[in-house]
């Protein structure tokens, strides 16, 4: 029995999948195995570092300290009831 994947032109149209996400998956799995491997990028990988910080309770309070970080290059990533969550890229040593 062969697998699905050995009887579809890479090149080719392929049948509609469930959802849009699903057909470009299934589109990007029959090309990559075409190809044999799939490329990485070394370079491409991107690091970042996370902090998370208790929220001081007074907005005003909240959003100076924020500001300081943002100063220092921390991004704001999430803000819950009682925390803040940042991330900065790490740089390349």
Known sequence: MQSQHAQRDPDGPLE????PFRDAFS???VESLAAGVLPVHVEAFRVFEY????????RKADVS???RLGLEGWELVEVTKKHATFKRERVAQ
């Open 27 to 29: 589109r990007a799995r």
């Open 65 to 67: 300290a924020w500001n």
């Open 16 to 19: 509609p999948g469930p959802s």
């Open 51 to 58: 902090r998370i910080e208790r929220r001081r309770g007074k």
